[in-house]
């Protein structure tokens, strides 16, 4: 095996590993892939690669293959770990997810202001913020009315991909909201083809429908973008707090938080 050959290994084995973790941050409540693929430095080619894979099919498709599949491992692995933990321990895990939130702020934050920082970022903050309290709202009321349909499993399979493009956002805690977070772990779990198909086609349909203007967006108006996605964030997190935390409660909180804070902070910047 030549050096090109070694390199050519060992970025493909690096790319799976980063692949794995935003996965692993799709299926995880608290976690956005968006913002991991921020702090493993491959955020901005991967969204490029995506965007340009009609016009350079190959070097794109060749960059995004070691994090698709990746990303599917870390999501059917992760989602046998986390379908026990949410039956028998709801509360606790989302109190360390939050912690998890809190943990990315700064991260974020340094990201938003990285061109400088201005007062109208608070702008489109405030605006998500109020939209996203009132959308957690609406569609917790329409996952307890309407239980697990094919239209829930498509908006369902939309979120899992918008919190893998935008950074900030949780698309597990919303999920859940939602009333369709276990029945999707079921399904990739237990390999419910009718579930997956609709969950592939929403995530597919929102991916072709937002990926351009996404990319735009964070492009164009960096800063404002990361605030508005902050703001959702916010949003995101009001809606799910589960009430007082025990002490265990208050522990995995901040174990959450200390964590996420130093792998963000340690993580290869763009």
């Known amino acids: 095996m030549n050096n090109n050959?070694?390199?050519?290994?060992?970025?493909?084995?690096?790319?799976?590993?980063?692949g794995f973790i935003i996965g692993v941050a799709a299926i995880m409540p608290g976690l956005s892939g968006g913002v991991l693929a921020i702090a493993l430095g491959v955020y901005a080619t991967?969204?490029?690669?995506v965007t340009k894979l009609r016009l350079e099919f190959k070097k794109s498709f060749m960059y995004l293959l070691p994090l698709g599949i990746g990303a599917v491992a870390g999501l059917l692995i992760f989602g046998f770990v986390m379908k026990p933990l949410l039956a028998n321990y709801m509360e606790s895990i989302i109190w360390l997810f939050s912690g998890m939130i809190i943990g990315s702020i700064p991260s974020l934050v340094r990201e938003?202001?990285?061109?400088g920082f201005r007062i109208m970022f608070f702008f489109p903050f405030l605006v998500a913020?109020?939209?996203?309290?009132f959308v957690s709202d609406a569609v917790s009321a329409s996952g307890e009315?309407?239980?697990g349909n094919p239209v829930l499993y498509c908006i369902g399979g939309g979120i899992l991909i918008l919190g893998m493009i935008i950074p900030g956002i949780s698309s597990s805690f919303i999920l859940i909201q939602m009333g369709v977070y276990d029945d999707i772990i079921r399904a990739f779990t237990e390999f419910d083809f009718e579930i997956i198909m609709w969950v592939v086609l929403g995530g597919a349909a929102v991916l072709l429908a937002s990926l351009h203007l996404i990319n735009l967006a964070f492009k164009k108006l960096h800063g404002y973008a990361y605030f508005a996605s902050m703001g959702f964030l916010a949003a995101t997190l009001i809606s799910v707090i589960p009430g007082i935390p025990g002490i265990v409660d208050v522990i995995l909180f901040l174990l959450g938080g200390l964590g996420v804070y130093m792998f963000m902070r340690n993580g290869k910047k763009e």
Do not use: P, R, V
């Open 112 to 115: 938003a202001c990285e061109k």
């Open 129 to 133: 913020l109020a939209i996203g309290i």
């Open 5 to 18: 050959e070694k390199l050519e290994k060992q970025f493909f084995l690096k790319q799976l590993l980063f």
């Open 46 to 49: 991967a969204i490029d690669a």
């Open 145 to 147: 009315a309407l239980g």
